[in-house]
């Protein structure tokens, strides 16, 4: 059974930066797509970013494009997505998500089969 693990959120000011890792047990890395979801309080979880199971393209909402990086490490089985200049609108819970079948390129609307707890991200003054 495969089993995701999302940690590293915390309270941040505006502009700083967070990683978080999202640990995979149970399978392979590099046998699935891998994203990134957050949902901000009284709004629906949004995909912010995802990498597929090649590496070879990723995808980043509109509005987190320049600022976060998504990355993995298949020897540690970890994927990790790194935010600079965040701003107060990033507050949310971060979930790590993952999708078992081949695509070219990752959508978020293709995850829902297996998703992390969540870490919460804050940021504020």
């Known amino acids: 059974q495969l089993q995701l693990v999302d940690s590293g959120g915390g309270l941040v000011q505006p502009g700083g930066s967070l990683r978080l890792s999202c640990v995979v047990s149970g399978d392979t890395l590099d046998y699935y797509n891998m994203g990134w979801f957050r949902q901000a309080p009284g709004k629906e979880r949004e995909g912010v970013s995802c990498?597929?199971?090649?590496?070879?393209?990723?995808t980043y909402a509109d509005s987190v494009k320049g600022r976060f990086t998504i990355s993995r490490d298949i020897a540690k089985n970890t994927v990790y997505l790194q935010m600079n200049s965040l701003k107060p609108d990033d507050t949310g819970v971060y979930y790590c998500?993952?999708?078992?079948?081949?695509?070219?390129?990752?959508?978020?609307?293709?995850?829902?089969?297996?998703w992390g707890q969540g870490t919460q991200v804050t940021v504020s003054s």
């Open positions: 998500a993952a999708d078992p079948y081949i695509r070219s390129s990752c959508e978020f609307s293709s995850f829902g089969d297996y």
């Open positions: 990498i597929v199971r090649t590496g070879l393209s990723t």
